[in-house]
């Protein structure tokens, strides 16, 4: 069938055609990212969508998948959760393992190791609100625990917060938290000590002895401690 040229037969023209056909194709939306609450985290795990194993924590409203503990960050766990047992004996303090702390509408972490005030019972219709102090072992999820989870934690305040760092073997130290900051950092090789509480705490306790060194991540720490930064946490 042949087809005459509309313009030639006096049709309209794009021009004279109505809005609607001639109106650019508005721009697509950009996507939006939903910010889960707690109680929706919740309601997942109890709708069977998430496991209370699955390797998944909630930080600032997004479900953050978090690596599997191989058997040097095991160990380096189990290390960890002594010695601070041994500071923080008596009934004022616990100190767990992979803990949720309830840190405001949308974040629940799960540190590899906190120190809580107060005893089991006390957490029992809901998770602590905050912590002493909160321990993370890495070995490669080493961003997300400097940026996103250090950013969580000084902005709900929690006094300090060590990453012990299974690659470097060293130990970094956060404290005095001011807005999602830890104005005092320092790092710590194993070779040195570190105040907590009034007693000293060697780091190399905190580290497992690799009968093969770890492979180096490619994530290194993007600050080195600097003579002022190392000053203010104090050594023994």
């Known amino acids: 069938m042949r087809l005459d040229n509309p313009v030639a037969k006096g ?35 109890d709708a069977g969508f998430l496991g209370e194993d699955e390797p998944v924590a909630l930080i600032n409203g997004e479900n953050i998948h978090t690596s599997p503990q191989n058997t040097p960050h095991a160990v380096a766990v189990c290390l960890v959760r002594r010695i601070l047992q041994r500071v923080f004996s008596g009934d004022t303090y616990m100190v767990d393992e992979q803990l949720p702390l309830a840190l405001g509408p949308e974040s629940e972490p799960e540190p590899d190791v906190s120190v809580v005030e107060g005893q089991p019972r006390d957490v029992l219709d ?43 073997r060293q130990l970094e130290v956060h404290r005095a938290p001011t807005g999602d900051a830890y104005p005092e950092t320092a790092v710590r090789p194993d070779d040195e000590t570190v105040s907590l509480w009034g007693q000293s705490v060697a780091v190399s306790d905190l580290l497992p002895q690799f009968r093969t060194p770890p492979h180096r991540s490619p994530e290194r720490p993007d600050y080195a401690a600097s003579p002022s930064a190392t000053s203010a946490v104090a050594s023994s």
Do not use: G
């Open 11 to 45: 049709a309209r023209t794009c021009t004279s055609l109505p809005s609607l056909v001639c109106r650019p194709m508005p721009t697509t939306a950009a996507p939006q990212t939903h910010r889960w609450t707690r109680r929706e985290y919740h309601d997942l795990v």
């Open 126 to 168: 809901e998770h602590p609100l905050s912590a002493a102090l909160v321990v993370e072992v890495v070995e490669a999820s080493f961003q997300s625990d400097r940026t996103r989870k250090r950013d969580l934690y000084a902005r709900h305040a929690l006094p300090e917060y060590w990453i012990v760092n299974l690659v470097d």
